[in-house]
C-alpha cells in the first residue's frame, strides 16, 4: 500500500514563496515518475509539474518559470518549489505518481496553499 504525505503548505502572500514536500513510503520511488497536483476550490485537480525517473522535469504554462518540482530517491521525496506565488495558486497540492494508476489512484491528504494579502 502505497503511503503518500504532503507537508510545507501555508498562508502566503502574492510574491511569496513556499517548498513543498511529499514523503513516499511503500513502492520503489525510484522507479516511478511523480507529479505535483493542485485542486482549488470548485474546480477539478490538475498536474501542476512532474518529473520522470531521471529528472526530467515538464510544468504547466501558468507555472513555468516560478515553480520548480526536484526528487530525492535516496529519501523518496519528492518537492515542488513555489516562488512569486499568485492568488490564483490557492489550492489543495497533491503528491501522486505520473500517472496516478501507478500508484492505484490512491492519494494523500494534501496540503494547503492559500495566498492573499
Known amino acids: 500500500q502505497v503511503q503518500l504525505v504532503e507537508s510545507g503548505g501555508g498562508l502566503v502572500q502574492p510574491g511569496g514563496s513556499l517548498r513543498l514536500s511529499c514523503a513516499v513510503s511503500?513502492?520503489?520511488?525510484?522507479?516511478?515518475?511523480m507529479g505535483w497536483y493542485r485542486q482549488a476550490p470548485g474546480k477539478q485537480r490538475e498536474l501542476v509539474a512532474g518529473i520522470t525517473q531521471g529528472g526530467i522535469t515538464n510544468y504547466k504554462d501558468s507555472v513555468k518559470g516560478r515553480f520548480t518540482i526536484s526528487r530525492d530517491n535516496a529519501l523518496n521525496t519528492v518537492y515542488l518549489q513555489m516562488n512569486n506565488l499568485k492568488v490564483e495558486d490557492t489550492a489543495v497540492y497533491y503528491c501522486?505518481?505520473?500517472?496516478?494508476?501507478?500508484?492505484?489512484?490512491?492519494w494523500g491528504q494534501g496540503t494547503q496553499v492559500t495566498v492573499s494579502s
Open positions: 511503500g513502492s520503489i520511488f525510484s522507479n516511478y515518475a
Open positions: 501522486n505518481a505520473l500517472p496516478v494508476s501507478d500508484y492505484g489512484g490512491s
